[in-house]
Structure formats: structure tokens, C-alpha cells
């Protein structure tokens, strides 16, 4: 099958138009797909803000120190498996909202 030539793009939002209104399929062979590794690729981050009482920020700082890690990285790894593990609990029952429940 012919595929069509991918257009040039004046900038990212027109390039994005056109993905959204055209099917891929008819530019790209995509049996011919390879996968990419970039190993120096980070996944972006945004600076927040959290209000924590002051006993639990001292009690991660404690626990971060005795995994010799930095606390802010735990409460990352904490929040991602807690995140994780809601999504995984929330596939399996209802679509009803759920209360947060602290351990």
C-alpha cells in the first residue's frame, strides 16, 4: 500500500490538528515500528506545596534516613504505590466514589 508523505508542520499545535483529524495508519507503516529506549529521558516533574502535621513529616524523615534515601524520593515511592494500588482496587468494584482511609 502507498502511504501518503507526512506534512510539514509550522509548529507543534498544527501538528496536533492534524494528528487528531487524520488516521496514522495511511502515513505510517506501523508493522515497521521499532521500539526506542531513551535511558536519559525524565519523566517531568512539578514543584507543589504540602501541608503535613509535623509528627508524620518527622516520622518519614526517619524512616527515609534508615533506607538511606532522600524523604522527599519515599514520599514519591509511597504516594506511587498508593496511587497504584487505589487504581487496581478501583478497576475491580463499582465506579462509586470512594472514601480515603488512612492506615
Not at 512539578?46 to 502535621?53: A, D, E, M, V
Not at 518527622?58 to 522527599?72: E, G, H, M, T
Request: hydrophobic share 40%.
Amino acid at each position: 500500500m502507498a502511504r501518503k508523505t507526512i506534512p510539514k508542520f509550522n509548529s507543534e499545535a498544527a501538528e496536533q490538528a492534524f494528528w487528531a483529524s487524520h488516521d496514522s495508519t495511511e502515513y505510517l507503516d506501523w508493522a515497521q515500528g521499532r521500539v526506542g529506549i531513551f535511558p536519559k529521558l525524565k519523566p517531568s516533574t512539578k514543584t507543589i506545596s504540602l501541608r503535613l502535621p509535623e509528627s508524620l513529616l518527622s516520622a518519614i524523615k526517619v524512616l527515609a534516613n534508615k533506607r538511606d534515601v532522600p524523604y522527599q524520593s519515599l514520599m514519591k515511592v509511597f504516594l506511587a504505590d498508593r496511587l497504584k494500588e487505589e487504581v487496581v482496587v478501583g478497576c475491580k468494584t463499582e465506579h462509586s466514589p470512594k472514601r480515603i482511609r488512612s492506615r
